[in-house]
């Protein structure tokens, strides 16, 4: 046993049930972990990818709202696993276990209604994982720190400007590393020992022994007044009555040598489009085509890209863009955009700075900039948006930056007033 990677005496439980309310209607057909990103894959493939490249086989997901998308993407694209081989991908769906008559009441509750089922993998440690968060992460090093060390938790977090720290529950340490104190969305975050105009913003990424999570697990259930939460619960009591560990997120972020440790919420409408935008640019911080620290998805069978016509006026054509197989780009001027899988634009259509989702049709003529659309949506013909803001918010949701998220509901209810 002595010789095995920590990695294969361990799991990691995702947490993958919440709605994701601020991606607004990007959300209202699927949970926020099932939303596409990246141009094929969905943004829980980065906390999959991240343990299976680690070396871990065993996996558990636990899901609640609207978990249709999410449970049929992870049976088409992680159905590889062999239990012949001891590895296992397990979804949990909130079903009342363990004798309760509740969903899942909070992010521990979600474990402990399934503590049997944990058991059953035969684990020594557990890493708890949120499934919604964009980022590249070798957990084997984090492990370690977790076992060298003999926390009884260790939190992955994130190096942020101070003032950026009111967002996040925010870890003050000394010098070795250890938790003195949890805070949750401070006013005046602390900083770190090193420097003081920054701070250690948790990441949601917790490392136990399951022994000792699985018993604290137990008492925090028996305890009426818990709200049977991670952060709001169990780890203020770790941090209160035994020892709490921070893993900075530098020493195991999966990068390029020099580039920048990237991790992001793509939790608003803001943030998604702006993370596609990015991924255009000559070096995107964030490498999808690392083919050593692959991200792995469900691969749709869709024949290449296909560019066509080439006149002056009606030219198919993709300037710093990513466009994924499946797509047509029919007579359309395509810009600094992210179309997904088996879009199709035709002709004299123009698209700046566009996200759009699988299976999109944009019709002729159609003028879309600084734009997010939803995955099915069929673009009228003509249509303009991203000129002209005001006119874009009678019929779309239009952020404070500017972006519009376009749905097909919302189409239909344009179509209908005009």
Request: with cysteine; glycine share 8%; hydrophobic share 40%.
């Amino acid at each position: 046993m002595a010789t095995q990677r920590l990695t294969q005496r361990s799991m990691v439980f995702v947490l993958a049930g919440g709605r994701g309310s601020r991606l607004k209607e990007l959300t209202d057909r699927r949970v926020k972990p099932a939303v596409p990103f990246g141009g094929k894959a969905r943004i829980i493939d980065f906390a999959l990818s991240n343990a299976m490249n680690s070396g871990i086989r065993k996996m558990a997901i636990a899901t609640q709202y609207k978990a249709h998308s999410l449970i049929r993407h992870v049976q088409r694209g992680w159905n590889f696993f062999g239990a012949e081989r001891n590895e296992f991908i397990d979804v949990l769906p909130a079903s009342q276990r363990g004798g309760t008559e509740s969903w899942y009441k909070g992010t521990a509750d979600a474990v402990t209604q399934n503590i049997d089922i944990v058991d059953s993998y035969g684990v020594d440690y557990v890493i708890i994982l949120a499934g919604d968060h964009i980022y590249k992460m070798d957990y084997e090093i984090m492990l370690r720190q977790h076992v060298e060390t003999k926390a009884n938790v260790t939190i992955g977090c994130l190096t942020v400007p101070r003032k950026e720290a009111t967002a996040f529950g925010v870890m003050d340490t000394d010098k070795d590393g250890n938790i003195t104190s949890f805070l949750e969305k401070p006013a005046d975050p602390p900083g770190t020992p090193e420097d003081p105009s920054k701070a250690l913003a948790s990441m949601g990424i917790y490392v136990f022994d399951w022994a000792f999570l699985r018993d604290l697990l137990e008492k925090d259930a028996a305890n009426p007044d818990s709200t049977n939460d991670f952060g709001n619960d169990l780890i203020p009591e770790i941090v209160a009555n035994g020892r709490a560990m921070a893993h900075r997120f530098d020493e195991s972020c999966v990068r390029k040598e020099g580039a920048p440790a990237y991790w992001k919420d793509v939790g608003t409408v803001d943030a998604f489009w702006q993370a596609h935008i990015d991924l255009t640019n000559f070096t995107p911080e964030l490498d999808l085509w690392d083919r050593d620290w692959p991200i792995w998805t469900y691969n749709e069978s869709a024949p290449p890209a296909k560019f066509i016509h080439d006149e002056s006026d009606r030219r198919g054509i993709a300037i710093s863009s990513m466009v994924s197989g499946g797509c047509i780009i029919s007579g359309t001027e395509v810009r600094n955009s992210v179309l997904f899988t088996n879009v199709r634009t035709n002709s004299y259509a123009v698209l700046e700075e566009a996200v759009l989702l699988p299976n999109v049709v944009v019709q002729r003529s159609a003028r879309l900039r600084g734009v997010v659309v939803d995955g099915g949506v069929v673009i009228p013909e003509g249509l303009v948006v991203g000129e002209d803001p005001s006119e874009d918010a009678k019929y779309f949701r239009v952020t404070e930056r500017g972006i519009t998220l376009i749905t097909q509901d919302m189409l239909d209810k344009r179509a209908a007033s005009l």
